[in-house]
Every structure is written in structure tokens, then in C-alpha cells.
């Protein structure tokens, strides 16, 4: 009875995906990429790397592929699995652009015009060429979502919008041509790390900083991960505590080396006197957590038959779903069958 029961559970979909768009960096990977590690077991994950995303601002040959490829290289690396969770490339799954274009036919020009995102990167973007695929983004995201029937999408504020109008575009569909999509959730990630940028600690360590010397990138050499904490801005007093208000330069190291042992920054803090002791005891701990993945990573990236073989696991499994669903998009509106 109860294996029966259990094969009538349905096991809650979750999909998060990330641009290939620039270095992985501690901040992505103690605030999110170890918990999409541990969350892979618990809910059915499917995580995609969306270079299709990543067109609306990109026009330099040869760029795009490669850094797919190490993107995909560092998920893997941090401990992704492809036959527990699914890991794919968007545009190796036609189905993304397909469905793109029945939601933008679903999203009305007004919607659109709306989106906060869309009016801050054209805001960016004063002077350059502003793509039809900027405006248009947030469709091809609902198709993301809509494609695998996805519960839940752990997303930050800044992501919140797309996934209310995905709503928004899944029910009027549903409204129109009878249910056909799962109305997806935004969910609050669980919360990881919070990393500030070593230089500017008031603000979220980020790729964007004008300089390199406050991100640490999970491809970066040991002397370069030492030399970058080294040199992380503290203040003028002399005691170690953690006090992310007054003190957020120290309180982000205690936060990090926190993040990278396992314990909690305010017993940290009692265990240095000397500010210097703990920076190099937070880049040590840092290395010691980045040495592994780094390993695997320079493997997978030297061997890339190995690397597009996990790739296609990937992607055959997320393709199975996205083309029943887009035959079941396509059955609903009433389509000539092919
Ligand atoms: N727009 C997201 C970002 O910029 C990336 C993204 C594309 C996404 N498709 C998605 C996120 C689907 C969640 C679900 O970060």
C-alpha cells in the first residue's frame, strides 16, 4: 500500500537557471550553487544554462559557446550530478524558442513596457543597440518555466516580475485554450552566505564591480585568492567582532570563512585578536573549499567529449519534457498536426 501510495507523490519540480555570462564567483557559490547542490536530492531539479538569454546583449563571435562550456564545466564541478539533477544548455533544447513565440503572442505590448528590468538595461544601454529580444525576454523566460511544468522558482527580488507575469501568461493561456500549464510559484531561495565584496563591503560581492580586487572567482590561483583577502577593507579599530553594521568589513570575513567551515562568525570572531590572522585564515579556509572544485573543473575542461557527453544527458532528459509540453501548447490552441 504504501509503494503505491508513494508512486502517487508527486515530487515537487524545481527549476533555477543562470546566464553564461561571466566568471563564477564566491558569492554565487556560497549564496546559491551549494545549495542547488544539496536541494538536487530533495526536489526533482532541473537547472538550465540560458545562452539564449544571454543573446539579447551579446554579438561577439565564439563568445557564447565557451563560456557555456564553462559554465556547465563549474556546475558540475561544485557537485552537480546529471543523473540526479538536470543540467542543460537552452539551445540545445528547440523547444525554448518555440515556446518563446507562442507566450509572446500570449504577453500583450503593455506588459512588457513594464517590466522594471526591462526599463533599467535600456536605461544601461542609452546609445547602444537596444535588441527586440531585451524587450521580449521575459516571454522567453516563461517559456523556460512553462516548458517543465515547474512548482517552484527560487529567484531573488530582482526576479520577481518575470516570474508574476509568467503567472500572469500561464493563466491567460489556460483561460484561453483550456489548462494546459502549470502555474508556477516564486520561491525564496534558502538562504545562503551573504558575501560582500572584499573591497566595498557594504555591497554584494558582484562580477559588475569596477575592479577584480574585491570578487573572488572560483578560477582563481591560491596566491591570487590570498592576495585578494590580504588586501580586503577592514576598519580602523583593531578588535575582531562580528558586527555587520559597524564593522562589515570584518563581519564579511567572519560571514565567509563561516560560509567555508561550516561554523558560526561569532565564535570565529573570539578565536583572533589580529585582523591579519583571520584574513589569512579566511583565505586558507577559502582554498581549501575551492581547491577540489577547481580540480574537477580543470578535468571536465580537458576533457570536453566527457563534458558534452553529461551535457546531453541533460539535455535528452529536459528535452522529453519540453516536447510533450509543447505538443500538449500545441494540441490546446488547435494546431494542424504535422
Ligand atoms: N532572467 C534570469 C536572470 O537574469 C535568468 C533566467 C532565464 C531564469 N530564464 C529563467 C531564471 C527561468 C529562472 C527561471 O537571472
Request: proline residues 5%; hydrophobic residues 40%; aromatic residues 6%.
Given at each position: 500500500?504504501?509503494?503505491i ?12 537557471c543562470?546566464?553564461p ?5 564566491l558569492?554565487?557559490?556560497?549564496g546559491a ?9 530533495a526536489?526533482?531539479?532541473f537547472h538550465?544554462i540560458?545562452?539564449?538569454?544571454a543573446?539579447t546583449v551579446?554579438d561577439?563571435?565564439?563568445?557564447i ?6 559554465l556547465?564545466a ?27 513565440w507562442?507566450m ?9 513596457s ?5 526599463k ?5 544601454r542609452?546609445?547602444h543597440?537596444?535588441?527586440a529580444?531585451?524587450?521580449?525576454y521575459?516571454?522567453l523566460q ?7 511544468d515547474?512548482?517552484?522558482?527560487p529567484?531573488?527580488?530582482d ?7 509568467t503567472r500572469?501568461?500561464a493563466l491567460?493561456f489556460?483561460?484561453r ?6 502555474v ?10 551573504r558575501?560582500?565584496?572584499?573591497q566595498d ?7 559588475s ?5 574585491g ?9 591570487v ?6 588586501r580586503?577593507?577592514t576598519d580602523?579599530?583593531t578588535?575582531?567582532r ?8 570584518v ?8 560560509g ?10 573570539e ?11 579566511t583565505?586558507e ?15 571536465l575542461l580537458?576533457?570536453?567529449?566527457e563534458?558534452t ?12 519534457v ?12 488547435g494546431?494542424?498536426?504535422?
Amino acid at each position: 500500500m504504501a509503494g503505491i501510495a508513494l508512486a502517487f507523490t508527486a515530487v515537487t519540480r524545481v527549476l533555477s537557471c543562470i546566464q553564461p555570462t561571466g566568471e563564477v564567483h564566491l558569492g554565487n557559490y556560497l549564496g546559491a550553487l551549494r545549495n542547488w547542490v544539496i536541494g538536487q536530492s530533495a526536489a526533482d531539479a532541473f537547472h538550465g544554462i540560458v545562452d539564449l538569454h544571454a543573446l539579447t546583449v551579446t554579438d561577439t563571435p565564439g563568445v557564447i559557446g565557451n563560456e557555456t562550456l564553462k559554465l556547465a564545466a563549474m556546475l558540475f564541478a561544485v557537485g552537480l550530478d546529471p543523473e540526479v539533477a538536470t543540467v542543460f544548455v537552452q539551445s540545445h533544447v528547440p523547444e525554448h524558442a518555440q515556446l518563446g513565440w507562442v507566450m509572446e503572442c500570449t504577453v500583450s505590448y503593455g506588459e512588457l513596457s513594464r517590466m522594471t528590468q526591462f526599463k533599467d538595461k535600456t536605461a544601461k544601454r542609452e546609445g547602444h543597440f537596444i535588441s527586440a529580444g531585451l524587450f521580449t525576454y521575459p516571454a522567453l523566460q516563461a517559456a523556460d518555466i512553462l516548458l517543465y511544468d515547474a512548482n517552484e522558482v527560487p529567484v531573488g527580488d530582482d526576479q520577481r516580475q518575470h516570474i508574476e507575469i509568467t503567472r500572469d501568461i500561464a493563466l491567460r493561456f489556460n483561460h484561453r485554450f483550456g489548462e494546459t500549464f502549470v502555474v508556477p510559484t516564486a520561491v525564496t531561495p534558502p538562504a545562503g552566505a551573504r558575501v560582500m565584496d572584499l573591497q566595498d563591503p557594504t555591497s554584494k560581492m558582484s562580477k559588475s564591480a569596477d575592479s577584480d580586487a574585491g570578487c573572488v572567482y572560483l578560477t582563481d590561483a591560491p596566491e591570487v585568492i590570498s592576495k585578494k583577502f590580504k588586501r580586503a577593507v577592514t576598519d580602523s579599530e583593531t578588535e575582531v567582532r562580528y558586527d555587520p553594521e559597524t564593522k562589515p568589513g570584518v563581519s564579511n570575513l567572519l560571514d565567509i570563512l563561516a560560509g567555508a567551515t561550516g561554523q558560526a562568525p561569532a565564535g570565529l570572531a573570539e578565536r583572533y585578536t589580529r585582523y591579519g590572522d583571520l584574513k589569512v585564515a579566511t583565505a586558507e579556509a577559502v582554498i581549501d573549499v575551492i581547491r577540489p572544485i577547481q580540480d574537477r573543473y580543470n578535468d571536465l575542461l580537458t576533457d570536453q567529449a566527457e563534458l558534452t557527453r553529461l551535457l546531453r544527458i541533460g539535455a535528452d532528459k529536459a528535452r522529453h519534457v519540453a516536447s510533450a509540453t509543447l505538443q500538449r501548447t500545441y494540441d490546446a490552441i488547435g494546431m494542424l498536426p504535422a
